[in-house]
């Protein structure tokens, strides 16, 4: 069974800093790794979409890898903004059962002005 | 406007209840899944449409109920609410299986 794992659970920088956040999962039979930002009391907005033959994509201030051999995923956020602030999940739709996703519990971002 | 909308926004009920959470997408997407959210858990997946007529169980679907008439509907029945399906319920949908999900804004549902 698929487990997805998010470290650290949450994290307080400085408006400005540049930030990684971590994304593992147990099996790297994977199709692809989906980040998305949820708000609080909001529905999850879908922020990169990483296929499993991809090494990186990249949105604006906003960089995801992908190391499938290894499992890892990360979520590079440049010159971080109080806009920013949110919570960060990272999910795996894996090579069986492709149609679902598997998701981590998250990393709680918040950027302080 | 397009998009996916999830109604009631908040509900309250007692257990024994059925309770009915609604869930419409303009995109004409062939995917929709249900999840729910809850603290130390995060998201899991109760039930998913891969098209009209067509749901499949997901991680956690005992206590729920789904059909999917139309293309744009799905919704969720909770046939004798238990207090432990307090939670909040997201609806998602997707134009395929690996195409990225797109998520209403939830329904927040307390059972007393």
């Known amino acids: 069974k698929q487990e997805v794992t998010q470290i650290p659970a949450a994290l307080s920088v400085p408006e400005g800093e540049n930030l990684v956040l971590n994304c593992s999962f147990t099996d790297s039979a994977i199709y692809n790794l989906q980040w998305f930002r949820q708000d609080p009391g909001k529905g999850l907005t879908s922020l990169l979409l990483i296929q499993s033959s991809q090494r990186e994509q990249t949105s604006g201030r906003l960089n995801a890898s992908l190391d499938k051999s290894s499992g890892r995923s990360t979520l590079y956020i440049a010159a971080s903004q109080p806009g920013d602030s949110a919570t960060y999940l990272c999910?795996?739709?894996?090579?069986?059962?492709?149609?679902?996703?598997?998701f981590g519990k998250g990393t709680m971002l918040l950027v302080s002005p | 406007d397009a998009g996916i909308t999830q109604s009631p926004r908040y509900k309250i009920t007692e257990t024994g209840r059925q309770v009915t959470l609604m869930c419409h997408q303009t995109w004409s997407h062939s995917y929709m899944f249900w999840y729910r959210q809850d603290l130390g858990h995060g998201l899991r997946l109760i039930y998913y449409?891969?098209?009209?007529?067509?749901?499949d169980k997901g991680e956690v679907p005992d206590g729920y109920v789904v059909s999917r008439s139309k293309t744009e509907n799905f919704p969720l029945t909770l046939e004798s609410a238990t207090r432990s399906q307090t939670s909040v319920y997201f609806c998602?949908?997707?134009?395929?299986?690996?195409?990225?999900?797109?998520f209403g804004d939830g329904t927040r549902l307390s059972i007393l």
């Open positions: 998602a949908s997707s134009e395929s299986p690996i195409t990225p999900q797109h």
């Open positions: 449409s891969a098209a009209a007529d067509i749901t």
């Open positions: 999910a795996v739709r894996s090579e069986s059962g492709y149609s679902t996703l598997t």
